[in-house]
């Protein structure tokens, strides 16, 4: 079964609007964290926004928030007032369980959405 | 501070070559990761290191593959004989480890990755 699922192969947004990216997991461990990366065509990687399953607010970083919803399994991400830079491939992941004492998990993902912002 | 650095950036060889990835993370992060990312698919995890020592190598497709992290500072990963099928991106992440209790995000920071393509 897959562990986290990404809807939206694509989406499109207007500049200056918020947008939303779905995500839902799939977990029987009850700690966890969700993250966020986003991928310009460039490549590179780069950590937006973490969630931990304890947390019992909604994290948020400058113009990015995550709607997480515990008992849906779902952790969306918001991007509030888009910007011609916000277009990239956007990934949610996920680590299971509590960090190990040697270390982190590994994070599983999903197949991540393509947005564009358009003027 | 520098993040995670990888080398080569892209590597084309011809089926049956051997190549060696690089990957140097960021500076003091106990915890190296490797991930590949193949066409149309997720990204998908390959093995952790913890210093020098293997964590997890569960994701490793089969014994074609040598990681290698001597000295707990910069890792190799090799590919020998290389198949077609393993072409794709190839991320190399680092988190710093311990520092923060059970809880923490131990957030993994990504590299440019390594884009590798067999002929």
């Known amino acids: 079964a897959q562990k986290i699922t990404q809807t939206q192969p694509g989406m499109f947004v207007q500049e200056k609007e918020a947008v939303t990216l779905d995500c839902t997991y799939d977990?029987?461990?009850?700690?966890?964290?969700l993250f966020w990366y986003k991928q310009p065509s460039s490549g590179e990687m780069i950590f937006l926004i973490y969630?931990?399953?304890?947390?019992?607010q909604n994290a948020t970083e400058g113009r990015y928030s995550l709607n997480f919803q515990k008992a849906r399994k779902s952790a969306n991400l918001v991007i509030s007032a888009s910007q011609l830079g916000d277009s990239a491939m956007y990934f949610c992941?996920?680590?299971?369980?509590?960090?190990?004492?040697?270390?982190?998990?590994?994070?599983?993902f999903g197949t991540g959405t393509q947005l564009k912002v358009e003027l | 501070e520098a993040g995670v650095t990888q080398f080569p950036s892209h590597s084309v060889i011809e089926k049956g070559q051997t190549v060696t990835l690089r990957c140097d993370p960021i500076s003091g992060h106990d915890n190296l990761y490797w991930y590949r990312r193949v066409m149309g698919k997720e990204i998908k995890f390959l093995l952790h290191f913890v210093k020098e020592s293997k964590q997890d190598e569960s994701g490793m497709p089969n014994n074609r593959f040598l990681a290698e992290r001597t000295g707990g500072t910069y890792s190799t990963l090799k590919v020998q004989p290389a198949e077609l099928e393993d072409s794709g991106v190839y991320f190399c992440?680092?988190?710093?480890?311990?520092?923060?209790?059970?809880?923490?995000?131990?957030?993994?920071?990504f590299g440019p990755g390594t884009r590798l393509t067999v002929l």
């Open positions: 977990t029987s461990d009850q700690s966890y964290g």
């Open positions: 969630q931990g399953s304890y947390d019992e």
């Open positions: 992440a680092s988190s710093h480890g311990l520092a923060g209790g059970p809880k923490r995000s131990d957030t993994q920071y």
């Open positions: 992941a996920m680590r299971e369980g509590l960090i190990l004492t040697g270390g982190g998990n590994k994070l599983t």
